[in-house]
Protein backbone atom coordinates (compact mmCIF):
# COMPACT_ATOMS: atom_id res chain seq x y z
CA UNK A 1 0.00 0.00 0.00
CA UNK A 2 1.62 3.58 -0.96
CA UNK A 3 2.35 6.11 2.28
CA UNK A 4 3.31 9.03 2.61
CA UNK A 5 4.49 10.48 6.23
CA UNK A 6 5.15 13.94 6.61
CA UNK A 7 6.88 15.46 9.86
CA UNK A 8 7.20 17.03 11.64
CA UNK A 9 3.16 17.44 12.28
CA UNK A 10 3.69 20.89 13.59
CA UNK A 11 6.19 23.53 13.94
CA UNK A 12 6.70 26.94 15.10
CA UNK A 13 9.30 29.26 13.73
CA UNK A 14 10.04 32.56 14.87
CA UNK A 15 10.27 34.97 11.26
CA UNK A 16 13.59 34.61 9.43
CA UNK A 17 14.37 31.00 11.74
CA UNK A 18 14.67 29.07 8.69
CA UNK A 19 13.72 24.90 8.77
CA UNK A 20 12.85 21.79 6.63
CA UNK A 21 9.77 19.80 6.31
CA UNK A 22 10.06 15.87 5.60
CA UNK A 23 7.88 13.93 2.97
CA UNK A 24 8.96 10.45 3.17
CA UNK A 25 6.73 7.86 1.07
CA UNK A 26 6.73 4.51 -0.13
CA UNK A 27 5.17 3.69 -3.15
CA UNK A 28 5.94 1.40 -6.18
CA UNK A 29 5.63 3.16 -9.50
CA UNK A 30 6.32 7.06 -8.36
CA UNK A 31 5.09 9.23 -11.23
CA UNK A 32 5.17 13.05 -9.35
CA UNK A 33 5.43 14.34 -6.03
CA UNK A 34 3.74 16.88 -5.04
CA UNK A 35 3.88 20.38 -2.60
CA UNK A 36 0.64 21.99 -1.29
CA UNK A 37 -0.27 24.98 0.81
CA UNK A 38 -3.29 24.74 2.68
CA UNK A 39 -4.72 27.65 4.48
CA UNK A 40 -7.46 27.31 7.19
CA UNK A 41 -10.95 26.23 5.27
CA UNK A 42 -9.19 27.09 1.68
CA UNK A 43 -8.65 24.91 -0.86
CA UNK A 44 -4.50 23.39 -1.45
CA UNK A 45 -2.36 25.76 -3.54
CA UNK A 46 -0.02 23.94 -5.61
CA UNK A 47 3.44 24.48 -4.90
CA UNK A 48 5.81 22.32 -6.77
CA UNK A 49 6.01 19.01 -8.40
CA UNK A 50 9.11 16.88 -8.90
CA UNK A 51 9.74 14.37 -10.98
CA UNK A 52 13.42 12.27 -10.06
CA UNK A 53 15.66 11.51 -7.40
CA UNK A 54 17.97 14.50 -7.63
CA UNK A 55 15.73 17.45 -9.25
CA UNK A 56 15.16 20.70 -6.96
CA UNK A 57 12.62 23.29 -7.27
CA UNK A 58 12.56 26.81 -5.98
CA UNK A 59 9.63 29.61 -5.17
CA UNK A 60 10.77 32.98 -3.40
CA UNK A 61 11.94 31.25 -0.14
CA UNK A 62 10.63 27.69 -0.41
CA UNK A 63 12.62 25.20 -2.15
CA UNK A 64 11.76 21.59 -2.99
CA UNK A 65 14.03 18.71 -3.16
CA UNK A 66 13.42 15.08 -3.93
CA UNK A 67 15.43 11.56 -3.21
CA UNK A 68 14.35 7.87 -3.96
CA UNK A 69 12.49 7.81 -0.52
CA UNK A 70 11.66 11.25 0.44
CA UNK A 71 11.01 14.76 -0.69
CA UNK A 72 11.41 17.79 1.77
CA UNK A 73 10.43 21.58 1.98
CA UNK A 74 12.95 24.06 2.61
CA UNK A 75 11.67 27.45 3.95
CA UNK A 76 14.21 29.93 4.09
CA UNK A 77 14.20 33.29 6.36
CA UNK A 78 10.04 32.78 6.75
CA UNK A 79 7.46 35.10 7.55
CA UNK A 80 4.32 35.30 9.12
CA UNK A 81 2.41 34.95 5.92
CA UNK A 82 4.16 31.45 5.68
CA UNK A 83 1.96 30.22 8.20
CA UNK A 84 0.11 27.43 6.64
CA UNK A 85 -0.38 23.84 6.46
CA UNK A 86 2.39 22.22 3.79
CA UNK A 87 0.97 18.71 2.02
CA UNK A 88 2.98 16.31 0.34
CA UNK A 89 0.95 13.71 -1.93
CA UNK A 90 2.36 11.40 -4.57
CA UNK A 91 0.85 10.60 -7.74
CA UNK A 92 1.62 5.93 -8.14
CA UNK A 93 0.57 4.09 -10.95
CA UNK A 94 -2.46 1.63 -9.82
CA UNK A 95 -3.91 -0.94 -12.51
CA UNK A 96 -3.38 1.53 -15.13
CA UNK A 97 -4.19 4.92 -13.88
CA UNK A 98 -2.79 7.21 -11.24
CA UNK A 99 -3.46 7.33 -8.00
CA UNK A 100 -2.73 10.46 -5.44
CA UNK A 101 -2.08 9.99 -2.23
CA UNK A 102 -1.70 12.63 0.37
CA UNK A 103 0.29 12.83 3.79
CA UNK A 104 -1.02 14.40 6.45
CA UNK A 105 0.60 17.50 6.30
CA UNK A 106 2.92 20.01 8.72
CA UNK A 107 0.87 22.83 10.34
CA UNK A 108 3.51 25.77 10.11
CA UNK A 109 3.15 29.03 12.37
CA UNK A 110 5.59 31.88 11.96
CA UNK A 111 5.63 34.26 14.99
CA UNK A 112 6.78 37.94 14.16
CA UNK B 1 -8.74 32.58 -6.65
CA UNK B 2 -7.97 28.98 -8.49
CA UNK B 3 -10.63 29.49 -11.20
CA UNK B 4 -12.40 25.84 -9.90
CA UNK B 5 -15.99 27.03 -8.49
CA UNK B 6 -17.92 24.57 -5.56
CA UNK B 7 -21.61 24.58 -4.93
CA UNK B 8 -22.72 24.91 -2.30
CA UNK B 9 -19.72 26.48 0.45
CA UNK B 10 -21.81 24.83 3.20
CA UNK B 11 -24.61 22.18 3.58
CA UNK B 12 -25.80 21.06 6.80
CA UNK B 13 -28.30 18.00 6.85
CA UNK B 14 -29.25 15.11 8.89
CA UNK B 15 -28.42 11.34 8.76
CA UNK B 16 -30.07 8.81 6.07
CA UNK B 17 -30.22 12.34 3.50
CA UNK B 18 -28.81 12.48 0.23
CA UNK B 19 -27.35 15.94 -1.22
CA UNK B 20 -25.70 16.49 -4.21
CA UNK B 21 -22.05 18.93 -4.08
CA UNK B 22 -21.28 20.83 -7.77
CA UNK B 23 -18.06 21.48 -9.30
CA UNK B 24 -17.17 23.72 -12.33
CA UNK B 25 -14.03 23.48 -13.32
CA UNK B 26 -11.17 25.67 -14.89
CA UNK B 27 -11.81 26.78 -18.18
CA UNK B 28 -10.23 24.81 -20.87
CA UNK B 29 -9.62 22.07 -18.21
CA UNK B 30 -11.32 18.61 -18.71
CA UNK B 31 -10.31 16.06 -16.12
CA UNK B 32 -12.32 16.92 -12.72
CA UNK B 33 -10.97 15.13 -9.25
CA UNK B 34 -13.32 14.70 -5.92
CA UNK B 35 -11.29 14.32 -2.82
CA UNK B 36 -12.92 13.95 1.02
CA UNK B 37 -10.86 16.09 3.71
CA UNK B 38 -11.40 15.13 7.27
CA UNK B 39 -9.65 15.81 10.53
CA UNK B 40 -9.23 11.93 11.67
CA UNK B 41 -8.35 11.07 7.65
CA UNK B 42 -6.63 14.18 6.01
CA UNK B 43 -7.44 14.75 2.44
CA UNK B 44 -8.46 11.38 0.66
CA UNK B 45 -8.99 10.74 -3.24
CA UNK B 46 -11.86 9.57 -4.07
CA UNK B 47 -12.64 9.41 -7.94
CA UNK B 48 -11.38 11.29 -11.08
CA UNK B 49 -13.04 11.99 -14.17
CA UNK B 50 -11.48 12.55 -17.81
CA UNK B 51 -13.82 14.50 -20.14
CA UNK B 52 -16.64 12.76 -18.76
CA UNK B 53 -15.43 9.42 -18.50
CA UNK B 54 -14.41 8.00 -15.13
CA UNK B 55 -10.34 7.81 -14.89
CA UNK B 56 -9.47 6.30 -11.60
CA UNK B 57 -11.02 5.40 -8.37
CA UNK B 58 -10.17 5.72 -4.75
CA UNK B 59 -11.25 5.26 -1.36
CA UNK B 60 -15.25 6.32 -2.61
CA UNK B 61 -17.82 4.82 -0.66
CA UNK B 62 -20.70 2.95 -2.69
CA UNK B 63 -23.22 5.38 -0.98
CA UNK B 64 -21.15 7.82 -3.15
CA UNK B 65 -21.84 8.69 -6.37
CA UNK B 66 -20.38 11.12 -9.26
CA UNK B 67 -20.73 11.80 -12.51
CA UNK B 68 -19.22 14.47 -15.05
CA UNK B 69 -21.78 16.28 -17.74
CA UNK B 70 -20.88 17.31 -21.04
CA UNK B 71 -20.17 20.99 -20.77
CA UNK B 72 -17.48 19.28 -18.05
CA UNK B 73 -19.48 20.27 -14.54
CA UNK B 74 -19.27 18.06 -12.28
CA UNK B 75 -21.62 16.45 -9.44
CA UNK B 76 -20.79 14.52 -6.19
CA UNK B 77 -23.98 12.59 -5.05
CA UNK B 78 -23.85 11.43 -1.24
CA UNK B 79 -26.59 9.41 -0.09
CA UNK B 80 -27.65 7.30 3.33
CA UNK B 81 -25.95 9.86 4.94
CA UNK B 82 -23.76 8.97 8.30
CA UNK B 83 -22.25 10.98 10.84
CA UNK B 84 -19.12 10.18 9.89
CA UNK B 85 -19.40 11.90 6.65
CA UNK B 86 -19.07 15.19 8.07
CA UNK B 87 -15.63 16.89 6.05
CA UNK B 88 -14.84 19.37 3.56
CA UNK B 89 -15.35 17.99 0.02
CA UNK B 90 -12.89 19.62 -2.06
CA UNK B 91 -13.25 19.35 -6.01
CA UNK B 92 -9.87 20.16 -8.32
CA UNK B 93 -9.29 20.21 -12.26
CA UNK B 94 -6.04 20.14 -14.04
CA UNK B 95 -5.85 20.05 -17.67
CA UNK B 96 -5.58 16.65 -19.42
CA UNK B 97 -6.00 14.53 -16.31
CA UNK B 98 -2.82 12.61 -16.83
CA UNK B 99 0.05 12.25 -13.67
CA UNK B 100 1.80 15.47 -15.05
CA UNK B 101 -0.95 17.78 -14.80
CA UNK B 102 -1.07 20.38 -11.89
CA UNK B 103 -4.18 20.16 -9.84
CA UNK B 104 -6.32 23.21 -8.94
CA UNK B 105 -8.26 22.87 -6.26
CA UNK B 106 -11.83 24.67 -5.39
CA UNK B 107 -12.90 26.00 -2.63
CA UNK B 108 -14.54 22.91 -0.92
CA UNK B 109 -18.03 22.23 0.72
CA UNK B 110 -18.02 21.93 3.78
CA UNK B 111 -20.44 18.99 4.93
CA UNK B 112 -22.01 18.51 8.56
CA UNK B 113 -24.45 16.05 8.99
CA UNK B 114 -26.30 16.05 12.09
Known amino acids: EDQVTQSPEALRLQEGESSSLNCSYT??????LFWYRQDPGKGPEFLFT???AGEEKEKERLKATLTKKESFLHITAPKPEDSATYLCAVQAASGGSYIPTFGRGTSLIVHP | DSGVTQTPKHLITATGQRVTLRCSPR?????VYWYQQSLDQGLQFLIQ???????AKGNILERFSAQQFPDLHSELNLSSLELGDSALYFC?????????????FGPGTRLTVL
Open chain 2, 49 to 55: YYNGEER
Open chain 1, 50 to 52: LYS
Open chain 1, 27 to 32: VSGLRG
Open chain 2, 92 to 104: ASSERGVYTDTQY
Open chain 2, 27 to 31: SGDLS
